[in-house]
């Protein structure tokens, strides 16, 4: 499948940013999708999940303050993200859970992935 991030941006704390992700290519309604993200010198990480039936998943460092949704009709996901602090600057990525009917938060889970969105929050 073929995933397509956009939305990234400059925003000040306490902003918001909703990023979206369209994906082609594949029978997206039956897929799993999440958001992950890497901060300069560090590892990527899961930032949101949402499965094949709406269940949502969150890191703990962003829950209740972003939420993903999902237009199956659209073939898109999206992370509202508010309340932004500067610890989110980040490159966000889009990516697909190799499998139909299939939910895990790990990388290994995941076999598409989107080009990346820069998002950087200032103080």
């Known amino acids: 499948v073929q995933l397509q991030a956009s939305g990234g941006g400059v925003v000040q704390a306490g902003g918001s940013l909703r990023l979206s992700c369209a994906a082609s290519?594949?029978?997206?309604?039956?897929?799993?999708m999440g958001w992950f993200r890497q901060a300069p010198g560090k590892e990527r990480e899961f930032v949101s999940g949402?499965?094949?039936?709406?269940?949502?998943y969150y890191a703990d460092s962003v829950k209740g303050r972003f939420t993903i949704s999902r237009d199956n009709a659209q073939n898109n996901i999206y992370l509202q993200m508010d309340s932004l602090k500067p610890e989110d600057t980040a490159v966000y990525y889009c990516?697909?859970?190799?499998?139909?009917?299939?939910?895990?938060?790990?990388?290994?889970?995941?076999?598409?992935w989107g080009q990346g969105t820069q998002v950087t929050v200032s103080s």
């Open positions: 290519g594949r029978t997206f309604g039956s897929y799993s």
């Open positions: 990516a697909a859970v190799r499998w139909p009917g299939y939910w895990s938060r790990q990388e290994t889970a995941f076999d598409s």
């Open positions: 949402i499965s094949w039936i709406g269940y949502t």
